[in-house]
């Protein structure tokens, strides 16, 4: 008979979870021994990193990860990636040790004294096993908790004790559907309404991509003619950003983002909330006169959405029947934006840094971004062209993209594409997170990483502007060395002052077979938060 270990591991293989990303504790070295030679452990120095480095693997491979957490003390260090997990869509199923049943009753050390609660509200489920035999089972339902859409984090806690007995039976591993359905009757009053349209608009997200609906957004974009326009508040694209119908993304603000819309008197957003605002800006929702449909696969999006009408399906089959269902509009597509290249500054800018990494990288890598000060000047330099190319948190919490850009390099690894991946991430951000850099040297990972070095936590200082917020203490960040950073971790590194040596470098960084952290020193004038 097997093992409760054993049990697990074998439902964990047949499911395709066979990497596990992880920070181990001694709650959890049970349910680790003996470890499967065909399993892999991609160790993450802090619990934080490890949930980060699953989430960017999940992302780029639209599969579930496996992540394996100390008790307690562990999911504390973890939340604040699972909240970015949770507002990703990223499937992962986190795991966790307890301590022994026979001394839970007494609150022994390193006691996870609510489990159910730790990670909430930021997991779609959290159990821990009653009896020792119901954790395989539990995998099972954790998987397909993860995958249903909308698609997010679980959470597992599983006494140490319970790995050594037995295990009766295994569950039976089932399938299910991890998209909704979409259809002409379901959208009908969608449809109705973009064709009686004047100037209707498109709000695509990145729940389009995830839904494998990139192309079909495509298609609807340019059979309606109309302008499409990115979610409020970053995160994936849904969209191409190269495109001439593509008219950037929409401020984060209620007042500005309604004065935004004027001009279309229908607006469709598809696989994005309605919407996540911050700051606040007082104003009318829509202009007068607008009319709103929010197409999603999430119901408690649908739910919270102050304007519109909502319909529940899958974003990105919907894109595909809406493009099906319409006749091709008549009317002039929207002038293209016109864009203006900088010019090199005496001082190297996040507008001339970004602009010059667009200019080298390959025109199929991979951008994994966490520099909130200047993500729209990121995005406006760097447009994403391809489905899963960009990749970038959307809950806000700093500690994301340095270890999610470890993940996504391994699975394009794994998924056979090795794409240059290049992580862009900020001197606050990095340092979250900056063990990451350890798992991506230990797994042979060739990423750039371009930490843009302002010396201060500058989406602060630009909210404390806009707050009218003077004299707030530890915004700035002076003495950090990310070059002998990168060096106690494993991996060379260099530093960039001049805009001349800029191009050399980051080009060169590039080309290399290794992990190669660029530290590039940049003007710290504040920029506007709107």
């Known amino acids: 008979m097997q093992t409760v270990r054993e049990a697990f591991f074998q439902v964990a293989r047949e499911l395709g979870l066979t990497t596990i990303f992880g920070n181990p504790g001694s709650t959890e070295e049970p349910f680790l021994k003996d470890f499967p030679a065909d ?14 480095m699953a989430d960017g693997y ?9 992540v394996n957490l100390h008790t307690a003390a562990g999911m504390g260090n973890a939340v604040g990636n699972i909240e970015s997990a949770w507002y990703n869509r990223a499937p992962l199923i986190i795991t966790a040790g307890q301590q022994t049943r026979e001394m839970l009753l007494l609150e022994p050390y390193l006691t996870n004294v609510s489990p159910h609660l730790v990670p909430q509200p930021f997991v779609k489920w959290a159990y821990e096993t009653v009896r020792p035999e119901d954790a395989p089972a539990a995998l099972m339902r954790a998987y397909a908790a993860a995958v249903l859409p909308p698609a997010g984090p679980v959470f597992l806690s599983i ?3 319970d790995c050594d007995r037995p295990c009766p039976r295994l569950p039976q591993i089932r399938t299910v559907s991890a998209t909704l359905p979409a259809d002409t009757d379901t959208l009908r009053p969608v449809i109705d309404a973009l064709a009686g349209a004047d100037s209707p608009a498109l709000i695509i997200g990145g729940a389009v991509d995830r839904s494998g609906g990139w192309d079909h957004a495509v298609t609807l974009a340019e059979k309606l003619r109309c302008a499409v326009v990115g979610r409020p508040g970053g995160g994936r694209p849904g969209f191409p950003e190269t495109h001439r119908l593509y008219r950037g993304t929409l401020p984060p603000a209620i007042g500005p983002l309604g004065e935004a819309l004027a001009g279309h008197d229908v607006v469709v957003v598809i696989g ?37 009408q909502a319909v529940l399906a899958d974003p990105g089959r919907s894109c595909a029947v809406l493009a ?51 993500a729209q000047k990121l995005r406006e330099q760097i447009p994403t062209a391809r489905s899963r190319s960009f990749f970038s948190m959307s809950s806000g919490v700093l500690g994301f993209g340095l270890p999610a850009a470890v993940g996504v390099a391994l699975a394009e690894r794994d998924e056979g594409s090795n794409r240059t991946v290049i992580c862009i991430v900020g001197d606050g951000a990095a340092n979250y997170v900056i063990q990451a850099l350890w798992t991506a040297v230990q797994q042979q990972l060739p990423i750039l990483f371009i930490i843009p ?43 960039v002052t001049n805009p001349e040596d800029l191009e050399e470098a980051v080009g060169r960084g590039i080309g290399l077979d290794r992990t190669h952290p660029i530290e590039v020193t940049i003007d710290s004038t504040v920029p506007p938060l709107i």
């Open 324 to 374: 099906s269902a319409l006749p091709a509009a008549q009317r002039n597509s929207p002038t293209p934006r016109a864009s203006q290249p900088p010019v090199r500054p005496a001082q190297i800018t996040a507008e001339w840094l970004y602009r010059v990494v667009h200019t080298v990288r390959p025109p199929d890598s991979v951008i994994v971004q966490e520099s909130l000060s200047t």
């Open 39 to 52: 399993f892999r452990y991609v160790l993450a120095l802090q619990e934080a990193p490890a949930v980060a």
């Open 453 to 495: 070095r302002n010396g201060a936590y500058n989406i602060l200082k630009s909210f404390a502007e806009l707050l009218q917020t003077p004299g707030v203490p530890g915004l700035d960040l002076p003495g950090l060395d990310f070059v002998a950073l990168a060096q106690g971790y494993g991996c060379g590194g260099e530093r």
């Open 272 to 308: 994005a909330p309605v919407f996540r605002y911050y700051p606040y800006i007082p104003g009318e929702y829509l202009p007068v006169g607008t009319r709103l449909f929010q197409i999603t696969d999430d119901p408690s999006e649908a739910a919270r959405a102050p304007v519109g």
């Open 159 to 161: 006494p140490m004790d």
């Open 58 to 66: 999940a992302q780029r491979t639209g599969r579930p990860a496996l």
